[in-house]
């Protein structure tokens, strides 16, 4: 498989930070791949997004060093919605179109790509109202539903679900595969194991900016049935969610 | 602990035509453990401003021991009940961490012996000369909730005290929350996290459009499939595999889970 995104022995460092926020990092993410980022606070998986996508340095300052490969078009979603906002349109339905019509496109692929996109995250009933005016948890679907209308070859997510309720969070856990298959590429950042272990292709664990773990789910040993299958004695690698401990179970 | 006993009474509240409350009473007696849960948009948050007076009842009454909380101000109602915002960020202010904890205690002319052992228990002591800014936005979390703590409230009402958070600091959280509802503190926890809910609380209030849509014990409401699917809310993974397994005792948290598969023949890895 041929990357979409690269990077080869990168490190990053913040302006005037004392050390780097990543160090030696090499990933590369395919069409088609889920790859869930997990870390402890501090371990660089929003600065991996950041990177990744390009916005650093080119928009948060710093330094980079190493090789990267970027996609042809990349799309972030930041967990606190609110902040990613244009700020000019006074409808949904205009704040979903603005990415693909500052792409310069025309009018109807614009409009196409926005109601798909609003029918994918269930909310073309707010395409009238003011996105001042939502709830956290419409906003990130918003912000979303934004970002998809831009058809991105890289989808980053940094902590999607942090405003969602579970079946808000489920709902857009389980849109990644469908994304996937249609030959985009996803890195997820998120604290939630267990739901990142259900669709994740393959794990990335950072820890203090360097990739400590590379590889299938049950590299998630912080979730909290890894914990249980630990705490209970099973022997590693420990299942990072209930269907692979419940097959882990004799005889 | 006395002071310590929250009471709504009929309460309604509007923002302009939403109705974000249409009539909710609840009880909640001192020292209890209690989650708050609902979709987004059920009331959950108004609820919680009602009860810290952030917000005025349009009808009905929240008390907080003997105080009517809407003849209440927020500073006032500091002295008996903390509040920690879904959105740390709203509350930080002071130059440093230390800073920032210590604010509640000084001005409610407490001692503010209580601010170095609450920043140990959270973890935030290598972070105490900090700018709260200049550490990341779990860690925020923490700092807010240290400063609620270090007031050494009767109430503590806490708005998704746990998102965002990485599983250590999880624990610590759990772990402070614990030993506060231990210690007498009614604990009140609005969350979306089924697993953090096992692992703390005694009861479950569900909210949906501004009614009370269920109040049970939680090891109950957890074992009850049927209601669940009716609140639309899935069990957590302590109860998904106490189910599949059928392990005795009904365990909801992690560690009743481990106790009741220590013993299993594990397959060595699939």
Same mark, same amino acid.
């Given at each position: 498989m041929t990357a979409v995104m690269a990077l080869e022995g990168v490190a990053f460092r913040y302006p005037g930070a004392a050390g780097e926020a990543l160090s030696g990092v090499s990933l590369g993410v395919a069409a088609g791949e889920i790859v869930a980022l997990a870390g402890d606070a501090g371990a660089g998986t929003s600065t991996l997004l950041l990177v990744a996508t390009g916005l650093a340095p080119r928009l948060v300052g710093g330094t980079l060093t190493g090789t990267r490969r970027m996609p042809g078009r990349c799309g972030i979603v930041f967990s606190r919605p609110w902040t990613q906002l244009t700020g000019l349109c006074s409808t949904v339905g205009d704040e979903v179109a603005f990415g693909p019509a500052s792409l310069g496109l025309a009018r109807e692929p614009v409009l196409a790509s926005a109601q798909r996109a609003m029918e994918r995250l269930g909310i073309t009933h707010l395409a009238m109202r003011d996105p001042a005016h939502l709830s956290g948890g419409e906003l990130q679907r918003v912000v979303v539903a934004s970002v998809l209308a831009l058809e991105p070859d890289l989808l980053a997510l940094d902590d999607p679900a942090a405003e969602l309720d579970p079946a808000g969070a489920d709902a857009l856990y389980g849109l990644l595969p469908a994304l996937a298959a249609g030959g985009t590429a996803v890195l997820v950042a998120t604290p939630d194991l267990e739901r990142a272990a259900r669709v994740a292709t393959r794990v990335v664990v950072l820890a203090g900016g360097h990739v400590v773990a590379d590889g299938p789910a049950h590299l998630l040993e912080g979730t909290r049935v890894a914990a249980i299958a630990r705490a209970a004695g099973c022997p590693p690698p420990y299942p990072p969610d209930v269907p692979s401990l419940l097959r882990r179970v004799g005889p | 602990m006395s002071g310590g006993e929250v009471r709504v009474e009929d309460v309604r509240y509007a923002y302009g035509e939403l109705e974000a409350l249409r009539g909710v009473s609840l009880s909640i007696p001192a020292g209890e453990t209690v989650a708050l849960l609902g979709p987004n948009g059920a009331g959950k948050t108004t609820l919680t401003r009602l009860m810290v007076a952030l917000l005025r009842p349009a009808a009905g009454r929240v008390t907080v021991g003997d105080w @009517?909380? =809407? &003849?209440? &101000?927020p500073d006032e109602m500091a002295q008996r009940l903390g509040y920690v915002f879904q959105h740390a960020d709203q509350q930080l202010f002071a130059r440093s961490v230390r800073e920032d904890v210590s604010f509640g205690p000084r001005h409610l002319s &407490? *001692?503010? =012996? *209580?601010v170095a052992p609450v920043l140990e228990e959270l973890g935030l002591t290598p972070v105490a000369e900090a700018h709260p800014y200049d550490v990341p936005p779990p860690v925020r979390k923490l700092v807010a909730l240290a400063g609620v703590l270090a007031m050494e409230p009767r109430v503590l009402v806490l708005d998704e005290?746990? =998102?965002?958070? @990485?599983t250590q600091q999880q624990e610590r959280v759990i772990g402070a929350l614990r030993r506060r509802a231990a210690a007498g503190v009614t604990v009140l926890v609005v969350s979306h996290d089924l697993g953090f809910v096992a692992e703390l609380v005694e009861r479950v209030v569900v909210l949906r459009d501004g009614h009370l849509a269920a109040d049970r014990p939680a090891r109950e409401l957890l074992y009850d499939a049927r209601a669940l699917a009716a609140l639309e809310l899935q069990p957590p993974a302590t109860v998904e595999i106490g189910q599949a397994l059928r392990l005795p005792g009904a365990p909801i948290r992690a560690a009743e889970v481990a106790a009741a598969l220590r013993g299993t023949r594990w397959k060595r890895s699939e």
């Open positions: - | @009517d909380v =809407a &003849r209440k &101000r &407490r *001692s503010e =012996a *209580s005290p746990t =998102a965002g958070l @990485d």
